[in-house]
């Protein structure tokens, strides 16, 4: 089978094609992955060929051990991976240990997968400990509006979560559990991946202060939707905080409790206080 054709693919493509159109991928900018399901790798079972060593991961993940992965390659700018899939995504296994990959299919470049390869592989490893939803597909991204709150609001979850659950309903809806965050840490660095991968244990999106977001869903569309709709929260309050008079009116707490009790939702307890 035409690797290209498979659906995971295509969506993968399409997730990477809709992020740069939303100009979340200057340049080289972010990166995307996906943890294959079994009826994946039987599909393309025949396509895919083992090429190369293993090379060393720099941490250990063995609850992905023997997994398959789509990755983007390091380097690979999100617009061009609808021109060129084949260059710029790879299939990668996790060996038996967890402390190595290898390449299967695709980075044609050469390259290898992104620099943030360990954030990835940590944050799936928490994700399919805890079984969360059978989440497999991680999506981090530059948003503007986003990061430009990251220089003015206090780098708290607490904050962000609330400031942005306020702006929409689609908020607490979309993200119940709330926000996490990690102030500037260097990017593909083993402490941003540890940091970012005990947040994921609770929360399915993660602020990177001063550099982007990460989110996790249980495929393409829930992992872009859900930083779609921060995003899209983080440009109202951009908006509001623009004009100078700070918020004149707001939901409170009461609000989303009645949103949270007629939607059955788990919002977390702890972003339900009024400060003011
Ligand atoms: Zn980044």
């Known amino acids: 089978m035409n690797i290209l054709k498979a659906g995971f693919i295509k969506d993968f493509i399409k997730i990477a094609d809709d992020g740069y159109k939303m100009g979340w991928h200057e340049c080289n900018g972010g990166n995307l992955s996906y ?7 039987e599909l393309l079972r025949f396509s895919l060929e083992a090429s190369g060593p293993f090379i060393n991961i720099g941490t250990r993940v063995p609850d992905l051990a023997g997994d398959y992965l789509a990755i983007t390659g390091a380097g690979s700018f999100f617009r ?16 038996d240990r967890g402390d190595a990959y290898r390449l299967w299919w695709g980075l044609a470049s050469g ?3 992104t620099s943030e390869l360990a954030s990835h592989l940590m ?12 989440q497999r597909v991680l999506y981090h991204c530059h948003p503007v509006n986003l990061i430009a709150l990251s220089f003015v609001l206090p780098l708290s979850n607490k904050v962000f979560t609330r400031e942005l659950w306020e702006m929409m309903p689609e908020c607490p809806l979309v993200f119940p559990e709330g926000l ?9 660095s083993l402490d941003l991946a540890l940091a970012t991968s005990q947040l994921m244990e609770k929360y399915n999106g ?5 550099h982007g977001l990460i989110c996790s869903g249980e495929d393409f569309d ?3 939707g859900l930083a779609h709709t921060i995003e899209k929260a983080a440009q109202i ?6 004009m100078g008079q700070g918020k004149v009116q707001r939901p409170r707490a009461r609000d989303l409790k009645a949103l949270s009790d007629t939607y059955k939702l788990k919002l977390g307890q702890e972003f339900l206080i009024d400060n003011d």
Request: aromatic residues 6%; proline residues 3%; without cysteine.
């Open 123 to 134: 944050i799936h490893s928490v994700k399919k400990r805890a079984n969360k939803d059978g």
């Open 206 to 210: 993660v602020i990177w202060a001063h």
């Open 35 to 41: 943890r294959l399901r079994e009826e994946d790798i």
């Open 237 to 242: 309050l951009v908006k509001v905080l623009s």
């Open 222 to 224: 829930a992992s872009f």
């Open 180 to 188: 996490g965050l990690v102030e500037w840490m260097l990017p593909g």
């Open 80 to 95: 061009n991976i609808s021109l060129s899939a084949y260059d710029n995504i790879g299939i990668i296994q996790i060996n």
């Open 111 to 113: 390259r290898g997968p």
